[in-house]
T-cell receptor, first 115, second 113 residues
Framework: KQEVTQIPAALSVPEGENLVLNCSFTDSAIYNLQWFRQDPGKGLTSLLLIQSSQREQTSGRLNASLDKSSGRSTLYIAASQPGDSATYLCAVSWVEGQGAQKLVFGQGTRLTINP | NAGVTQTPKFQVLKTGQSMTLQCAQDMNHEYMSWYRQDPGMGLRLIHYSVGAGITDQGEVPNGYNVSRSTTEDFPLRLLSAAPSQTSVYFC????????????FGPGTRLTVL
């Protein structure tokens, strides 16, 4: 059974710092990995999607890497801002049968950026 | 595009009552799914659909029914509400023929007394 772990559970850093969030998964047979952001009381917003054949994806100040063989992904946030404060979740997926995409989520890292 | 919409935003039920959580998407996505999010448990898949008329169970399907008569709509029915179904429910959609990026609705916060 696929298990996804995110460490640390919470992280607090001063504004302007570069930081790394970690995600590990137990089964390397994944289709893709996604990083999401969730603000309190809100739904999830997709930040980056990395296909299993890719090593990394970038969007603005965000960079996500994927190492399937070791079962790890990292989300790098450059020059952090208070607006980056949120919970970040990673999810791995595989595709079954008629194209059903199954996702397994980590518990998330609650990030606080202090002004 | 409105993306994925969910109604209601909040709901309080008494044990034994039934209700339907509504979900709609306007992105012509084939794949839709329902998750529940509970503290310490993360997000868990309840039911999913790969297209109109096709549904299947996820990790925690007991006590819930779904149907998919159109590409746009994917309602979740609680048959006889129980306190264990107190949770935040999210609907998601994906697959427009090019990408599996998941788009989530804003959620429904359900309390069962």
């Amino acid at each position: 059974k696929q298990e996804v772990t995110q460490i640390p559970a919470a992280l607090s850093v001063p504004e302007g710092e570069n930081l790394v969030l970690n995600c590990s998964f137990t089964d390397s047979a994944i289709y893709n990995l996604q990083w999401f952001r969730q603000d309190p009381g809100k739904g999830l917003t997709s930040l980056l999607l990395i296909q299993s054949s890719q090593r990394e994806q970038t969007s603005g100040r965000l960079n996500a890497s994927l190492d399937k063989s070791s079962g790890r992904s990292t989300l790098y946030i450059a020059a952090s801002q208070p607006g980056d404060s949120a919970t970040y979740l990673c999810a791995v997926s595989w595709v079954e049968g008629q194209g059903a995409q199954k996702l397994v989520f980590g518990q998330g890292t609650r990030l606080t950026i202090n002004p | 595009n409105a993306g994925v919409t969910q109604t209601p935003k909040f709901q309080v039920l008494k044990t034994g009552q039934s209700m339907t959580l509504q979900c709609a998407q306007d992105m012509n996505h084939e794949y839709m799914s329902w998750y529940r999010q509970d503290p310490g448990m993360g997000l868990r898949l309840i039911h999913y659909s790969v297209g109109a008329g096709i549904t299947d169970q996820g990790e925690v399907p007991n006590g819930y029914n779904v149907s998919r008569s159109t590409t746009e709509d994917f309602p979740l029915r609680l048959l006889s509400a129980a306190p264990s179904q107190t949770s935040v429910y999210f609907c998601a959609s994906s697959w427009d023929g090019m990408t599996y990026t998941q788009y989530f609705g804003p959620g429904t916060r359900l309390t069962v007394l």
